[in-house]
């Protein structure tokens, strides 16, 4: 049996052949007259390549572990007797070395370790521009940790009251509806910026994109008007561009006149992220996954909370760090209690 390129004899027919030390080669070892038969310590590749010089083993010196005959050893003698012209490196000795894995395929195959180039078309060709401006751009982040638990109720109470099969409520449509309700406030948040004029315009509507992943590539399809929308209205429409992105049959109309965008990144399974700004939007939000964790109270008793991170990212050059501040306290509070989204809704 050969095990890392050496011999090593089973450990039943050690019994019966008490006499055969454990790797030596019996072989092509002659008797010598008044000693008994004696081998040179060497791998089967090694006599192998012994015979292919037309050599043989025990003339030649072995410089490994107890005399064992190396692979270089041979190569040095042949290379000393003229039949090589010139010894190799230690390090084309152990290219030469790669082992077989069962089936005969080489560990290094090229051809499945090859590079493949990859052409990036639609989504992905646009993002690459988008990104690479926004990268230009000073924004910053600010992290947020919004209390859920009243928001985990409704929506459980709201999938209880479900009479359409066709509709699934989630936590998002009622996070974007008070996200609009936020933004009325701080309408900052919902706008762009023009360079070339040095101008920032406020957006009249609330269209929020939402990043969706899909086979093609990063996209941000758009519900239009969000302010004049219910939930329910936006759990439909979340569900109609959800399902188009996924046929890659979003329409330039879906995907166009965003104001402010949403990476959900907690669907996947994220706690928090750095978003990197939609252009020309001077804000992007990131929400991370909703997760129960242990909260003090004001009395410092320990109660479990349904808690989600927040990060407002934001153009720095139309946004200062307390406008997102005051922003996201305003929007923290509809979501803790979403019973005053009811002061306000039309």
């Given at each position: 049996m050969i095990v890392n390129g050496s011999q090593v004899v089973p450990h039943d027919s050690l019994a019966s052949s008490p006499d055969i030390p454990l790797g030596v080669d019996t072989s092509t070892s002659p008797s010598r007259e008044g000693n008994a038969p004696r081998g040179s310590l060497s791998t089967p590749a090694v006599r192998h390549l012994v015979k292919q010089y037309g050599l043989s083993i025990d003339d030649i010196q072995g410089t490994g572990r107890d005399g064992r005959v190396l692979k270089e050893d041979v190569?040095?003698?042949?290379?000393?007797?003229?039949?090589?012209?010139?010894?190799?490196?230690?390090?084309?000795?152990?290219v030469g070395q790669v082992e077989l894995p069962e089936?005969?395929?080489?560990?290094?195959?090229?051809?499945f370790y090859e590079d493949k180039s990859i052409p990036l078309r639609g989504y992905q060709r646009a993002m690459v521009k988008s990104m690479s401006l926004a990268a230009k751009v000073p924004h910053f982040h600010y992290l947020?940790?919004?209390?859920?638990?009243?928001?985990?109720?409704?929506?459980a109470s709201f999938q209880k009251e479900n009479k359409d099969h066709d509709v699934k409520h989630t936590f998002l449509p009622f996070l974007i509806k008070s996200l609009s309700m936020a933004l009325s406030k701080y309408p900052l948040l919902n706008s762009s910026f023009v360079e070339e004029t040095n101008e920032v315009i406020l957006k009249g509507f609330h269209n929020i994109g939402v990043a969706m992943a899909t086979e093609q590539g990063l996209v941000v399809p758009?519900?239009?008007?969000?302010q004049s929308l219910s939930i329910l209205e936006i759990t439909k429409e979340l569900s109609r561009l959800h399902e188009m992105a996924l046929q890659n049959r979003l329409s330039t109309n879906d995907i166009t006149g965003?104001?402010?965008?949403l990476s959900n990144i907690g669907a996947?399974?994220?706690?928090?992220?750095?978003?990197?700004?939609?252009?020309p939007e001077v804000a992007i939000i990131a929400l991370g996954r909703i997760q129960k964790l242990p909260r003090f109270d004001d009395e410092e008793n320990v109660y479990p909370s349904s808690t989600i991170n927040v990060t407002v990212g934001a153009d720095h050059r139309v946004v200062d760090g307390a406008t997102v501040a005051r922003f996201c306290?305003?929007?923290?509070s509809l979501v803790e209690k979403p019973e005053l989204l009811l002061l306000h809704m039309r």
């Open positions: 190569l040095n003698y042949a290379a000393s007797k003229g039949l090589l012209q010139e010894a190799p490196s230690a390090l084309e000795e152990n089936g005969g395929k080489p560990l290094l195959d090229p051809h947020e940790e919004i209390n859920c638990d009243a928001l985990v109720q409704l929506k758009t519900i239009k008007k969000v965003g104001t402010i965008t996947i399974g994220g706690k928090f992220g750095s978003p990197v700004l939609n252009l306290n305003e929007w923290k």
